[in-house]
C-alpha cells in the first residue's frame, strides 16, 4: 500500500482489513497514505476468520467470545456486524467485499449497514482486547517473517489459508484445491520440518509445526 502510493497511476486496492490489523501502526499509515493520495480502499477479510479450529489448536477463549458477543447482542447487533462496522467506522475506507454465500449473511450485513449506531470505544477495546487474546489463532500472511525463518521452501501461508478455508468456511473443496497446487515434493515434506525458529519469529505466535503436520495428515 505505501509502495502505491509512490507510484501516482494507482486508483484502487483490494486489501485485508480488520479489526485485528486496523490497530497496527503499520496499517494505519498505510491507509492514511492512500487516502491522502486519491486511493479508494476496498476492505476485505473483514471477519478475521480463524485458520484452524481455535479453541482445539491453544486453549481455550470461550469465555471472552461469548463475553463479547453478549455485549454486541444487548446492543442490537452481532459480533459478526459488529466487525463490519468497525471497519466502516473508518472514513478512509471506501468499501467492504464480503462474502456472501446465503441469503442470512446478506440480510446481516444488510441490516448491519442499514443500522447507524456506531461502536463506543468500549466496543473498540473489547475487539481490540480479543484480537490480542486470540492472535495465535489467526495468520496475518506474513510470510516473510514465517517462511524465511526455515531451511526449506514452504509456503506456510498458502497452507495457513487451506486451514483457514475447511475450518472457518467449512469449504473443504476449495482447500483441498489449492493445497493440491502445491508441487508434490514438498507436500511430502511438510511434516517432517523443524518450525522451531518460524514460530519463534511469528508476530501472531502461531504454533505453526502443528498446523503444518494437520495439513500434511489431511490432504498428502
Known amino acids: 500500500m505505501l509502495a502505491a502510493v509512490k507510484l501516482g497511476w494507482i486508483n484502487g486496492i483490494m486489501m485485508s482489513y480488520n479489526y485485528r ?3 497496527k501502526d503499520q496499517m494505519k499509515r498505510a491507509v492514511d497514505a492512500c487516502f491522502m493520495a486519491g486511493i479508494g480502499l ?6 478475521a476468520a480463524f485458520l484452524a479450529n481455535f479453541y482445539a489448536t491453544i486453549g481455550s477463549k470461550t469465555d ?3 463475553k463479547m458477543t453478549e455485549n454486541f447482542m444487548n446492543k442490537g447487533y452481532t459480533a459478526e456486524q459488529a466487525k463490519l462496522k468497525a471497519v466502516w467506522d473508518n472514513p478512509n475506507i471506501s468499501s467492504i467485499c464480503s462474502a456472501m454465500p446465503n441469503m442470512t449473511i446478506l440480510q446481516a450485513n444488510v441490516a448491519a449497514a442499514r443500522n447507524k449506531t456506531t461502536l463506543s470505544r468500549d466496543d473498540k477495546r473489547r475487539l481490540e482486547q480479543y484480537a490480542r487474546q486470540t492472535a495465535p489463532g489467526y495468520c ?14 514452504v509456503p506456510i501461508s498458502n497452507i495457513m489459508r ?8 467449512g469449504d473443504s473443496k476449495k482447500a483441498r484445491k489449492l493445497f493440491k497446487e502445491i508441487p508434490l515434493e514438498v507436500q511430502k515434506r511438510i511434516a517432517n520440518l523443524e518450525y522451531r525458529n518460524a514460530e519463534q519469529k511469528c508476530p501472531q505466535r502461531i504454533q505453526i509445526g502443528r498446523l503444518m503436520r494437520k495439513a500434511a495428515s489431511e490432504w498428502v
Not at 496475518?140 to 521452501?153: F, G, L, V, Y
Not at 486451514?163 to 468456511?169: C, G, N, P, T
Open 64 to 66: 471472552e467470545a461469548l
Open 162 to 169: 487451506c486451514l483457514m478455508y475447511v475450518r472457518s468456511y
Open 42 to 47: 476496498t476492505a476485505m477479510k473483514t471477519q
Open 21 to 23: 490489523l486496523m490497530a
Open 140 to 153: 496475518a500472511c506474513c510470510a516473510n517473517i514465517c517462511e524465511t525463518a526455515i531451511n526449506d521452501k
